[in-house]
């Protein structure tokens, strides 16, 4: 059962945007040009490498969140095989720690940013627009939410048998169009990848980068872990992009290896064409 393999995850990650509307502005540009609902200004309430920190982390845990899970519902939730949840977790609250640290640090130092934003506004300005650091600490969050899968067997609700067969037909057949897509979503990671490789290594000008073969081993690696159905054409095509590894600067120094490597990735694509489309 897809319940005793997987369960689902929910990132929530808030930070202050530092804009603020500002509406004596617009309307003096809107007066300017002698134009009317023509636009909004936004400023920009501090510099921006203020938040930067704060962003890198939050930016690199949604990566993450991304590529170590499967798209699973409209809410945001996703879809994490338990073969990949220690590995999640362990990563993820790590991000968390560096997101933590860094809003930490902002808040030191948000005396001095506010007093920097005073002067780069200049009559812009206006200290209503900055709310307090108490009020500021509110609007950092990191989360993460588990849920267990939904059992269809397991309906207890005072509905007839009827009904409540009906309500199981249903709930079975989103499962299992979300099962269909969490699994499209692992065929097109792979086919992606091979594209891009084979667009890399066939033109001998085009400039590649050694993640061009790190993204490879990721991919090999974390494909399987994801492979909540067990299909054994992933495990099979994951096994056999194995043999593309190489070293990239050897890659980039003979043509005939680089020939050689475009050749079998063309060939992979081809071989898994059927499970591709």
């Not at 879809?79 to 991000?95: E, G, R, V």
């Not at 097109?188 to 980068?209: G, P």
């Not at 081993?217 to 095509?237: F, G, H, R, S, W």
Request: proline letters at 3%; hydrophobic letters at 35%; glycine letters at 2%.
């Amino acid at each position: 059962m897809l319940q005793e393999k997987a369960l689902t995850v929910n990132l929530s990650i808030n930070q202050w945007s530092a804009r603020k509307h500002d509406k004596k502005i617009s309307a003096e540009v809107e007066s300017q040009h002698q134009a009317k609902d023509a636009g909004r200004y936004n400023k920009i309430l501090i510099a921006k490498e203020e938040l930067q920190k704060i962003q890198k982390a939050a930016n690199a845990a949604r990566t993450f969140h991304y590529e170590n899970t499967l798209p699973w519902s409209d809410n945001g939730d996703r879809l994490l095989p338990s073969s990949n949840y220690f590995t999640y977790i362990q990563t993820m609250q790590n991000f968390k720690s560096d997101f933590e640290k860094s809003v930490i640090d902002f808040l030191a130092n948000y005396d001095a940013v506010v007093d920097d934003a005073r002067i780069r506004l200049n009559g812009m300005f206006n200290a209503a627009d900055y709310p307090s650091k108490s009020e500021l600490e509110l609007k950092f969050g990191f989360k993460s939410e588990f849920f267990p899968l939904p059992n269809t067997e397991d309906f207890r609700i005072n509905l007839s048998d009827t009904e409540i067969n009906t309500l199981r037909l249903s709930m079975e057949n989103t499962m299992n169009e979300r099962i269909k897509t969490a699994m499209q979503d692992i065929k097109e990671r792979i086919k992606a990848q091979l594209q891009h490789m084979k667009e890399k290594l066939s033109n001998r000008d085009e400039i590649f980068r050694d993640s061009l073969f790190e993204n490879l081993k990721d991919i090999i690696a974390l494909m399987p872990k994801l492979n909540v159905t067990n299909d054994t054409q992933i495990n099979e095509i994951c096994e056999e992009m194995k043999s593309l590894i190489a070293d990239p600067n050897n890659v980039r120094n003979s043509n005939s290896l680089r020939n050689r490597k475009a050749q079998e990735v063309e060939a992979i694509l081809n071989k898994f064409d059927d499970f591709f489309s």
